[in-house]
């Protein structure tokens, strides 16, 4: 076989390049005071307006603002942030930094209690406001008991005082100074500043509603029973009434679509108990721990040398050593190295079983120690856990919006302000032509009793309709809550969704790549056979076979991926038979400059020759060798193959490794192809038989539309490239950095075997379930349902208030004598926010609806790293 066209150099390049640009640096703030749609959008304006602002987007659900500053060279960072907190606070909001940590965990604890506050001050007012509300419906239970003949009782001193305009007004206006007054201050607040909100239109409706009030007070009507009336005095009553109702509603389907968030937030703790030896001594050293053959054996530091500090849990370092007690949560992803104890891992995988532990057992931050105390050493610094990264990206998600959000965003910004001019313009209409244009429609308005109102009070009564009826809070909510629920429901999958965008990308998905090795197949290959070449003046085969053990052992011994590890592990056996030792660590030559390839392979000097370990043909390039002894031998294979050599004694040994499929892997891509209607293609850096010989084992009717092999990271990135300009949309899955390239070209990138390291900088979904490649196929799935979620919302949104604000400003009096008053639009107004919030919560993904998957998809996960070669 001939080397690939692009060289490795270039290649690298290339993925170097596509992961830089992959990355992007976003600060995070929360904010508080956003009550609605407009809140959002006019934040999110104000902020994109600013010149020292990139961009930004704003979460309604979250209550979060992701800034990226641009780097004028002019403003320090620090003083952009403290203009922008300064633009946002004039408009009525509370800007702060997210912080990170010991002071990011008391940010929220900080944050929930103020929620806590609110909602028990919420359900105050709304228990006084519904207690009101009876109250001023005392006229109607009046009426009810003349209904049913009893009239001694419907003339009681209780109801006829009810019934008093002036006890309606004195009770209307405990309503809006009580539990309105909050509304009222804020909506005001908001006007002045020159961003009305929702509150905003609820306040001047329910001062309308007063007025209109007062005026029915001023012009008394008796009713058909010969009492005076205070119907009209419920109105601002009953608005409030139902706002909050709503409200407390609203509030509680959020706090259930954000609940998978929280419970991220509180499953790691903010500090840990961290063990410190003063004596250098006994300090461990995780290779010698994990070699030593004692699993039995207990720490053996003295209590005198061990001293404890409690740290921020972000402060962890590798290497660092912690301890744990019973019913304390691990900290950090690490190995015991002292103790035993059972471990509840439920919180991660769902299941509700304890594993023990022991000296040498891997632990993940998290889970909750049980029956006794673990000393554990850790392998990643304290924010580079699986839980952390998994809390981290679902936050990310929420804070970059689907491109559906900015139809929501557009309508949402100037939608107070024309909700206003369609107010206005109703009273002016019905004031000035109503009656010339459709004479005694008017009369419906207001009712039979119609007689000595002023002239001025129906068509006041419709233009307070309109101000109450209009909800900018269910287009606000539409898109954040939907993709809240689904980021969430994915993520206790094991499918970390980057954000918004993503999910809409991936519901379009029709063609989607595989890389094969690791990917299609387990990625634990083994080697099956190994072929020594031997030149007539060299040494015997045995100390040729010898040779390449040791140098591509010591070549790989860093190295992670499936390849590398197997010849590692094959070599370190083959050596110790060899040469006779337990271990050939003694023999190890002295390793420097190592320069990976991406695709090819990896090379090294060892006692100053440069040696090469990669695939067949990349090898021979580098050695500018143009005889090709392994061919024969690869021709007649369907297994990978790796050579091994040096630039003074050529071709060493040939290592052939054969690794078995995915056992999801056949159902998957029947699923892909067969259910989801999609293109199904394989490119691999492999050879072409082996590339053959994998899609012959997986069925023998043809399921990919094209398999090809020998192909260059960026040789992948190409045909992604022409797949996209036939006009496909299409998602790469890959577990290296040698598939960046592709993973950044296609539409969507899927990192699969753990690539919260490896391949997710350029990934917008990081797969860490055990049944990964299934979990691609749950991924499309779930983004087309929450899509379908996303345009429910909107169209229900746009469909209210296309229908609602008409129906309010009396478009259906002439033809059907049918209008609102203002407590009946408040109660639609209400509502309306409440379905778009609960329809969001019951989306349901192939894994079931939120609630009904426990853990987060770490099933017993191993993760790897990746120098990326096949």
């Known amino acids: 076989s001939t080397p690939p066209s692009t060289s490795p150099s270039s290649s690298f390049s290339q993925e170097e390049a596509a992961v830089s640009s992959a990355a992007t640096k976003t600060k995070l703030y929360s904010i508080e005071g956003m009550r609605c749609g407009g809140c959002s959008a006019n934040v999110a304006k104000t902020l994109n307006a600013q010149d020292f602002i990139k961009s930004c987007a704003v979460n309604l659900v979250t209550n979060t603002a992701a800034i990226t500053y641009t780097d004028d060279g002019v403003k320090e960072e620090e003083e952009r942030e403290k203009l922008a907190i300064a633009l946002i606070a004039k408009k009525g909001f509370t800007m702060r930094v997210r912080e990170?940590?010991?002071?990011?965990?008391?940010?929220?604890?900080?944050?929930?209690?103020?929620?806590?506050?609110?909602?028990?001050?919420?359900?105050?007012?709304?228990?006084?406001?519904?207690?009101?509300?009876?109250?001023?419906?005392?006229?109607?239970?009046?009426?009810?008991?003349?209904?049913?003949?009893?009239?001694?009782?419907?003339?009681?001193?209780?109801?006829?005082?009810?019934?008093?305009?002036?006890?309606?007004?004195?009770?209307?206006?405990?309503?809006?100074?009580g539990p309105g007054r909050q509304i009222l201050s804020d909506g005001f607040v908001a006007f002045k500043n020159g961003s009305p909100t929702m509150n905003s239109l609820v306040g001047i409706g329910a001062v309308a509603a007063f007025t209109l009030s007062g005026a029915n007070a001023l012009h008394p009507v008796l009713n058909e029973y010969g009492m005076r009336t205070n119907d009209f005095f419920e109105e601002p009553v009953l608005l409030l009434a139902f706002i909050l109702l709503g409200r407390a509603l609203e509030s509680s389907a959020r706090a259930r679509a954000g609940s998978d968030l929280a419970s991220l937030s509180s499953l790691l703790p903010a500090e840990a108990r961290m063990e410190i030896t003063q004596n250098d001594s006994k300090k461990l050293d995780l290779n010698v721990l994990m070699n030593d053959e004692k699993d039995d054996v207990e720490n053996d530091m003295e209590a005198d040398d061990v001293m404890y500090a409690f740290v921020d849990r972000e402060s962890i370092a590798p290497g660092d050593i912690v301890r744990v007690f019973p019913g304390e949560t691990i900290p950090c992803d690490g190995v015991v190295i002292s103790g035993a104890a059972s471990v509840d891992e439920a919180s991660l995988t769902g299941e509700?079983?304890?594993?023990?532990?022991?000296?040498?057992?891997?632990?993940?931050?998290?889970?909750?120690?049980?029956?006794?105390?673990?000393?554990?050493?850790?392998?990643?610094?304290?924010?580079?856990?699986?839980?952390?990264?998994?809390?981290?990206?679902?936050?990310?998600?929420?804070?970059?919006?689907?491109?559906?959000?900015?139809?929501?965003?557009?309508?949402?910004?100037?939608?107070?302000?024309?909700?206003?001019?369609?107010?206005?313009?109703?009273?002016?209409?019905?004031?000035?032509?109503?009656?010339?244009?459709?004479?005694?429609?008017?009369?419906?308005?207001?009712?039979?009793?119609?007689?000595?109102?002023?002239?001025w009070l129906a068509p006041t009564k419709l233009a307070t309709n309109v101000l109450v009826v209009a909800c900018p809070c269910a287009l606000g909510l539409a898109t954040p809550t939907a993709v809240l629920v689904a980021t969430s429901l994915a993520a206790r999958r094991g499918i970390l969704l980057r954000g918004g965008d993503v999910l809409e990308q991936m519901a379009k998905v029709d063609c989607v790549v595989f890389d094969k090795t690791g990917t299609l197949t387990a990625g634990k290959p083994k080697v099956t056979e190994m072929k020594v070449f031997i030149d007539d003046k060299e040494d015997n085969e045995e100390e040729r076979r010898l040779d390449a053990l040791r140098i591509a052992t010591a070549v790989e011994s860093e190295s992670s991926h499936p390849l590398a590890k197997a010849i590692v592990a094959f070599c370190s056996d083959e050596s110790s038979k060899l040469d006779g030792s337990s271990s050939s660590s003694s023999n190890y030559k002295k390793r420097s400059e190592e320069k990976t390839s991406p695709g090819f392979g990896v090379s090294a000097l060892l006692d100053g020759e440069r040696c090469f370990v990669g695939t067949p043909s990349w090898v021979r390039s580098e050695l500018n060798l143009s005889?090709?002894?392994?061919?024969?031998?690869?021709?007649?294979?369907?297994?990978?193959?790796?050579?091994?050599?040096?630039?003074?004694?050529?071709?060493?040994?040939?290592?052939?490794?054969?690794?078995?499929?995915?056992?999801?892997?056949?159902?998957?891509?029947?699923?892909?192809?067969?259910?989801?209607n999609c293109e199904v293609h394989v490119l691999s850096g492999d050879r072409q038989s082996a590339v053959d010989a994998v899609v012959r084992q997986m069925s023998a009717s043809p399921l990919f539309t094209s398999a090809r092999g020998n192909l260059s990271p960026s040789d992948k990135a190409a045909i992604?490239?022409?797949?996209?300009?036939?006009?496909?949309?299409?998602?790469?899955?890959?577990?290296?950095?040698?598939?960046?390239?592709?993973?950044?070209?296609?539409?969507?990138?899927?990192?699969?075997?753990?690539?919260?390291?490896?391949?997710?900088?350029?990934?917008?979904?990081?797969?860490?379930?055990?049944?990964?490649?299934?979990?691609?196929?749950?991924?499309?799935?779930?983004?087309?349902?929450?899509?379908?979620?996303?345009?429910?919302?909107?169209?229900?949104?746009?469909?209210?208030?296309?229908?609602?604000?008409?129906?309010?400003?009396?478009?259906?009096?002439?033809?059907?004598?049918?209008?609102?008053?203002?407590?009946?639009?408040g109660a639609m107004m209400a509502l309306s926010s409440v379905a778009v919030v609960t329809n969001s919560v019951l989306l349901k993904g192939p894994m079931g609806r939120l609630g009904d998957v426990t853990g987060w998809g770490l099933n017993s996960k191993s993760e790897t790293k990746d120098d990326g070669r096949l």
């Open 720 to 825: 992604v490239e022409k797949l996209k300009s036939s006009g496909k949309t299409v998602a790469m899955i890959g577990d290296g950095i040698n598939d960046a390239p592709g993973l950044v070209t296609a539409d969507v990138g899927i990192a699969a075997s753990g690539g919260l390291e490896a391949a997710a900088a350029a990934s917008g979904v990081v797969l860490v379930s055990e049944n990964e490649i299934a979990a691609s196929a749950d991924a499309v799935e779930l983004g087309r349902a929450a899509l379908a979620k996303i345009r429910q919302n909107l169209g229900w949104a746009l469909a209210y208030n296309a229908i609602g604000i008409p129906l309010a400003a009396g478009a259906f009096l002439p033809e059907y004598g049918v209008s609102l008053n203002p407590s009946f639009s």
């Open 100 to 177: 990170k940590g010991k002071a990011g965990a008391q940010m929220v604890l900080e944050s929930q209690q103020r929620r806590l506050e609110e909602k028990e001050q919420t359900t105050r007012d709304l228990y006084l406001a519904w207690g009101l509300t009876i109250a001023c419906l005392g006229t109607h239970v009046s009426h009810h008991l003349h209904q049913l003949g009893l009239h001694e009782y419907a003339h009681g001193e209780v109801l006829t005082n009810l019934a008093n305009p002036w006890i309606g007004a004195t009770i209307a206006s405990l309503a809006l100074l």
């Open 627 to 676: 005889e090709e002894k392994e061919e024969e031998m690869e021709s007649r294979s369907d297994a990978s193959f790796v050579a091994v050599g040096t630039s003074s004694k050529g071709v060493l040994a040939l290592f052939q490794l054969k690794d078995e499929m995915r056992p999801d892997a056949i159902e998957t891509i029947q699923r892909f192809k067969n259910n989801l």
């Open 352 to 455: 509700p079983i304890f594993a023990p532990k022991f000296r040498k057992s891997k632990v993940s931050a998290g889970c909750v120690v049980h029956e006794g105390p673990l000393s554990i050493m850790s392998l990643k610094n304290g924010d580079e856990s699986i839980v952390a990264g998994i809390k981290r990206t679902v936050e990310d998600a929420q804070s970059r919006p689907a491109p559906t959000q900015r139809i929501a965003d557009a309508i949402a910004g100037p939608f107070v302000y024309s909700v206003m001019g369609i107010s206005l313009a109703t009273f002016v209409f019905w004031a000035g032509f109503g009656e010339m244009f459709f004479p005694g429609a008017l009369m419906e308005a207001v009712g039979s009793n119609a007689a000595g109102i002023p002239w």
